[in-house]
């Protein structure tokens, strides 16, 4: 019986996909089945944004990724069931959005993803 290894999920990785808006490498961190719950003045807590799977949750990061705009990595902690970490991000026009993240793993793939987002109000 051979020895079983796990990846382990390389958040530095994830945060420099985010701010280079690196939609391929950000979606292979991904499971297969992963969730995405998105919450913001939109899809509140009670009907929040939800995203299963690879192919859902493509749509969504080539989405953000193909907008002009800045991302910043703020705080980020991990251990070896999952991370966290604020993303503040700026559009052309200087609108504000302010991201925290709480990440899940398994097997060194995100499984759950929780989002909370808000944005300044034009």
């Known amino acids: 019986m051979g020895a079983q290894t796990t990846t382990a999920f390389d ?3 994830f945060s420099r996909a985010l701010e280079e808006r ?9 499971a297969p089945g992963a969730e995405v719950v998105i919450t913001d003045q939109i899809t509140t807590p009670g009907n929040p944004r939800v995203l299963t799977g690879r192919d859902e949750i493509r749509g969504w990061i080539e989405d953000v990724s193909a907008r002009e705009m800045t991302h910043a ?9 999952g991370a966290a970490l604020t993303e503040a991000c700026r ?7 302010i991201c925290a993240t709480v990440i899940e793993l398994s097997d060194g ?10 944005w300044d109000q034009n």
């Open 11 to 13: 958040l530095a990785r």
């Open 22 to 30: 690196d939609s391929q490498t950000q979606l292979e961190m991904y």
């Open 73 to 81: 990595v703020g705080h980020c902690v991990e251990d070896e069931h």
């Open 91 to 97: 559009y052309p026009d200087g609108t504000n959005v």
């Open 109 to 118: 793939l995100i499984a759950r993803q929780t989002i909370v987002q808000a």
